[in-house]
C-alpha cells in the first residue's frame, strides 16, 4: 500500500517561493510516473506537473517557467519548487501518482500566496 505525505506549503507574499515535498513509501513508488496536483476554494483539482521514471515533466500551462518538479528515486520523494508565486497559485496541493489512483490522495499542503 503506498502511502504519500506532503509538507512545504505556508503562507507567502505574491512574487515568493515555496518548495514541497512528497515523501512516499509502499510499494515501489519510485518506478510510478509522479504528480503534484491542487485543488482551490470552489474549484476542481487539476495536475500542476508531471514527471516520469526517467524524468521526464510536464507542466500546466500557467506554471510553465515558474514551477519546477523533481525527484529523488533514492529518497523515493517528489518536490515542486514554486518561484514567483501568484495569488491564483492558493490552493491545497497534493500529490499521487500520474494518473492518480483515488487511494493515494493525501491530506495535501495548502499553499496561500497573499500580501
Known amino acids: 500500500q503506498v502511502q504519500l505525505v506532503e509538507s512545504g506549503g505556508g503562507l507567502v507574499q505574491p512574487g515568493g517561493s515555496l518548495r514541497l515535498s512528497c515523501a512516499a513509501s509502499?510499494?515501489?513508488?519510485?518506478?510510478?510516473?509522479m504528480g503534484w496536483y491542487r485543488q482551490a476554494p470552489g474549484k476542481q483539482r487539476e495536475l500542476v506537473a508531471s514527471?516520469?521514471?526517467?524524468?521526464?515533466?510536464n507542466y500546466l500551462d500557467s506554471v510553465k517557467g515558474r514551477f519546477t518538479i523533481s525527484r529523488d528515486s533514492a529518497k523515493n520523494t517528489v518536490y515542486l519548487q514554486m518561484n514567483s508565486l501568484k495569488p491564483e497559485d492558493t490552493a491545497v496541493y497534493y500529490c499521487?501518482?500520474?494518473?492518480?489512483?483515488?487511494?493515494?490522495w493525501g491530506q495535501g499542503t495548502q499553499v496561500t500566496v497573499s500580501l
Open positions: 509502499g510499494s515501489r513508488p519510485s518506478i510510478s510516473a
Open positions: 499521487n501518482t500520474y494518473p492518480p489512483i483515488d487511494a493515494h
Open positions: 514527471i516520469t521514471s526517467v524524468g521526464r515533466t
